[in-house]
Each structure stands twice: as structure tokens, then as C-alpha cells.
């Protein structure tokens, strides 16, 4: 069975790679972060649910979207709708945004800890990181009060646990085994 990834990969690319040739990559994300709250309303949602024809259904949208919309956005609105995919904007934008990261060298990481971070602790994790990755890297910063102490980091498929409720678990296994 093919997820909503899967299938939303290839818009993604494509909107990427236009975006790049043609100089336009922060006006395409911008477009598309616009486009993916449209088809998030209850409204578009309904519409895209009743199976509206594809030129129908892009022209509903994009008569919503106005002037957010270039010539060449709205051929690929069009093309979504003509493939019934409106619904994957949020996907394809989620994945526009780790391609332009990808491309711009820039990893997003998660850091998760039980209490807010200080600057300094911020920075010592970004240095770490960057020297670890050898890239530049982008943290986001989130209060997880299940957390005991320490801190949890996520980039894409790579988690470092530093938690003391890991360790604790660890050491809970290694006794009872």
C-alpha cells in the first residue's frame, strides 16, 4: 500500500526542481505553506470529498487562492487537482522543505528536553552538532515533561537519547533479564 509520501514524492520534486531552476525557491514554499492551509479548510476539504471534476475543483482553488498564485502554480494546482491530490499539499510542502534543507545543507533538528534550555546550552548543542553532521544545523526547541532530565535530539532517521528516563529504562531491562 502506498502512503501519502509515497505518493506525494514526485510533486515534491518537481515543484522543487522548478523552484531551483528558475530561482524561485523561497516564492514556491511561500506558494505552497498558502496552498496547504487552503486545502486544510473544511470548506476545500468538502470539496475535494464530493469528487468534484479536476477542472471544477483547481478552479474553485484558485479563484480562493487570488493573486498567491503565479501561472506556474496554478498549473501545478491544476495538475494536483487533475490527479486528485489536492489533498497531499501538506505532505508536498513537508517535503519541499526537507529537499530545500537537503539542499542548502541544513539539517532540522528536534531537541527535546524537560525544562527549557539556556542560550548557552542551545549553542553548545548546535556546535556539537554541526561538527558531528558537517553541516549547518537548525534546532527546534520543545518541552516534553515526560523527559526526567536530559535532552532527546532528532534529524530526520537519526534520534540521540540522552535522557535519564532511557538509561533508567536500560538499567530496568539489564536487572529484570
Known amino acids: 500500500m502506498f502512503t501519502d509520501i ?20 523561497s516564492k514556491w514554499q511561500e506558494m505552497l505553506m498558502f496552498a496547504a492551509a487552503v486545502s486544510l479548510q473544511v470548506q476545500i476539504k468538502s470539496l475535494i470529498a464530493r469528487h468534484l471534476a479536476p477542472e471544477a475543483l483547481s478552479a474553485k482553488f484558485i479563484q480562493i487562492c487570488g493573486n498567491q498564485l503565479d501561472v506556474a502554480s496554478t498549473n501545478f ?7 486528485k491530490r489536492l489533498s497531499m ?36 548543542i548546535r556546535s556539537i552538532m554541526e561538527k558531528r553532521l558537517k553541516s549547518n544545523v537548525r534546532l527546534h526547541c520543545k518541552v516534553d515533561k515526560y523527559i526526567i ?6 534529524a530526520d532517521d537519526m534520534v540521540i537519547d540522552g535522557s535519564v528516563r532511557t538509561r533508567l529504562n536500560r538499567l530496568a531491562s539489564v536487572m529484570l533479564s
Open 89 to 124: 499539499l501538506p505532505t508536498i510542502l513537508a517535503q519541499f522543505i526537507k529537499l530545500r534543507a537537503t539542499h542548502e545543507s541544513v539539517y532540522d533538528i528536534e531537541v527535546l528536553s524537560s525544562v527549557p534550555l539556556t542560550h548557552q546550552q542551545l549553542m553548545s
Open 77 to 83: 494546482i491544476k495538475i494536483l487537482a487533475e490527479n
Open 149 to 154: 532530565a536530559g535532552v532527546i535530539l532528532k
Open 6 to 25: 509515497t505518493i506525494s514524492r514526485p510533486y515534491s520534486k518537481a515543484a522543487f526542481q522548478f523552484a531551483v531552476a528558475n530561482k524561485v525557491v
